[in-house]
């Protein structure tokens, strides 16, 4: 029987975020999104409604939102909000699956989102209260190390941090390597530790291929029990409050990997490759990942 893991695409949201030398136009962000969807792509955290002065790139949020949620609506189609704010608009516009980010990191949190730790769970609090149809996945953004403090080496820092988020009612978090600094070791801590404490949380991972972990990241995750785990089209990706962030883990890499391994992810690897090929021609300029010539020198499954 063939291994199940699920895939989620954070490429228009973590990976667009990240371009700040053009406005990608909004009907080649939808198109982006087509791709995924046809190449099997199930789960798609496609935008985030914040302030449009924070992130530029992503002030056509709501125009996206209508386009994609109007061709499909029954996908699974998730946006990023910082505040009951973002978290009304993306109801309003008829989406039930937001992630609501917090930082492990004091500094980070308020270099990302303006607040402490205290603001930030009361804000929750208020989204969980006003809309408890509404599912929140809580991203833990910085829970391996933070750009202003460092590598963190205390898996129960973790674990404690999520139990004031589990007692207001949070079922799914996500733990993101917002920088790229985390080692496999470390993975293997952090998710035993919460998957012991938390054992009917919904787990996701999220990686930043900073220093080349990615991959070795993810799959040590996976091992340790993670439920899904996160990656961008063409590797691109970066918080712009995070000095020295750099990309995601590809999801063109992670896909290749899984299916040869035998995992059962649902995407076609030639297809989710003309995707990120096709992305980087209309963004970046040229396609630089690791398949270029995949096609021609490999035989691949799917
Ligand atoms: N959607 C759109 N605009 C919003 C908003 C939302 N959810 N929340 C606040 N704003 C606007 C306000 O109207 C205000 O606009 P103005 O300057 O024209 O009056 C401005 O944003 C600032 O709002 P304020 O409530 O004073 O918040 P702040 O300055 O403390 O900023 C955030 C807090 C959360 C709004 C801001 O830091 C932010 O959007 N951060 C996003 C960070 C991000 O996306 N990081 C990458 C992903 S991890
Ligand atoms: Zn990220």
Redesign the pocket.
């Known amino acids: 029987m063939k291994k199940a893991i699920e895939i989620c695409e954070v490429g228009p949201r973590?990976g667009f975020?990240s371009i700040s030398c053009m406005q990608i136009p909004t009907e080649t962000k939808i198109e982006i999104i087509e791709e995924l969807l046809s190449s099997g792509v199930k789960h798609i955290e496609f935008t985030?409604?914040?302030?449009?002065?924070?992130?530029p790139q992503l002030a056509d949020a709501s125009d996206v939102t209508r386009a994609v949620l109007e061709r499909h609506p029954d996908a699974d189609l998730f946006a990023?909000?910082?505040?009951l704010?973002?978290a009304s608009?993306a109801y309003s516009l008829g989406l039930r699956k937001v992630c609501y980010?917090v930082s492990l990191s004091k500094s980070h949190n308020k270099a990302?989102?303006?607040?402490t730790h205290e603001q930030s769970l009361d804000a929750f609090k208020e989204i969980r209260a006003a809309y408890p149809d509404l599912d929140i996945v809580v991203?833990l953004?910085t829970t391996f190390g933070c750009p202003f403090e460092g590598k963190y080496n205390d898996p129960d820092a973790v674990v404690s941090f999520l139990a004031d988020y589990v007692n207001a009612g949070m079922k799914a978090c996500c733990l993101c390597d917002?920088i790229g600094i985390a080692d496999p070791a470390q993975v293997k801590a952090v998710l035993s530790a919460v998957r012991t404490a938390y054992p009917d949380l919904w787990l996701a991972v999220h990686f930043h291929d900073t220093r080349g972990l990615g991959m070795v990241n993810t799959l040590t995750a996976m091992e340790a029990g993670a439920d899904e785990i996160q990656s961008t089209l063409g590797g691109l990706g970066g918080?712009?409050?995070a000095p020295g962030a750099s990309g995601n883990l590809a999801t063109e890499d992670i896909v290749w990997m899984l299916n040869e391994m035998g995992y059962e992810t649902g995407i076609r690897f030639s297809s989710i490759l003309a995707a990120a090929k096709h992305e980087a021609s209309v963004i970046t300029g040229n396609y630089s990942g690791h398949h270029i010539n995949i096609e021609k020198e490999t035989p691949c499954r799917l």
């Open positions: 973590d975020q985030s409604f914040v302030s449009p002065k924070a992130i990023l909000v910082p505040n704010r973002g608009t980010v990302n989102i303006n607040r991203d953004a917002t918080c712009p409050f």
